[in-house]
T-cell receptor, first 115, second 116 residues
């Protein structure tokens, strides 16, 4: 058990669909992250929330829309995705946000396939 | 800019062999942190170690050991007497400040296969 739970584990959707990825952490952490892991590419940081405020948005297309309603939950809303968006999406949390302050705890990821 | 290089894309060893995974990093910051993570087939990244830039002592944890050398900007990871359960993708990562704020950069990963 990782302490960071992601649902669903797998998602197949068409380019015109709207879906959401969910992440939940029960570690009492203040920071949550979305990463994208594509085949043969390094993990890409997409968004960071600290104390429910977005602190980083690394040039992610607007078809990805994050939401952090509270410090335990993080969503990634998806709409009008492209085939190149197929990837493993990983959620992570850390006690706080800052340089090297805490290691990050990761969920198992959602494997997304765009048809 | 921060960068992490893991030159070994894939490594295969036979069980009980020792294996070293290389990690070379680039940063202009004098204060930074280095990490290693393991990603088994299940997908979840598992934190293994964090080292700050002021602590060059090597560390050993069971069959795992890490060699941090600032002179060569390397943070290599050695598994002694490898086991099949060590098969996974291993990521080296760097956390440092740059002109845009805090940055956390992963290397491309090294896929380790330990054969019985």
């Amino acid at each position: 058990e990782t302490g960071v739970t992601q649902t669903p584990r797998h998602l197949v959707m068409g380019m015109t669909n709207k879906k959401s990825l969910k992440c939940e952490q029960h570690l009492g952490h203040n920071a949550m992250y979305w990463y994208k892991q594509s085949a043969k590419k390094p993990l890409e940081l997409m968004f960071v929330y600290s104390l429910e405020e977005r602190v980083e948005n690394n040039s992610v297309p607007s078809r990805f829309s994050p939401e952090c309603p509270n410090s335990s939950h993080l969503f990634l809303h998806l709409h009008t995705l492209q085939p190149e968006d197929s990837a493993l999406y990983l959620c992570a949390s850390s006690q706080d946000y800052g340089t090297g302050v805490q290691p990050q705890h990761f969920g198992d990821g959602t494997r997304l396939s765009i048809l | 800019a921060q960068k992490v290089t893991q030159a070994q894309t894939e490594i295969s060893v036979v069980e009980k062999e020792d294996v070293t995974l290389d990690c070379v990093y680039e940063t202009r910051d004098t204060t930074y942190y280095l990490f290693w993570y393991k990603q088994p087939p299940s997908g979840e990244l598992v934190f293994l170690i964090r080292r700050n830039s002021f602590d060059e002592q090597n560390e050993i944890s069971g069959r795992y050991s890490w060699n941090f050398q600032k002179s060569t900007s390397s943070f290599n990871f050695t598994i002694t007497a490898s086991q099949v359960v060590d098969s996974a993708v291993y990521f080296c990562a760097l956390s440092a400040e740059d002109n845009y704020g805090q940055n956390f950069v992963f290397g491309p990963g090294t896929r380790l296969s330990v054969l019985p």
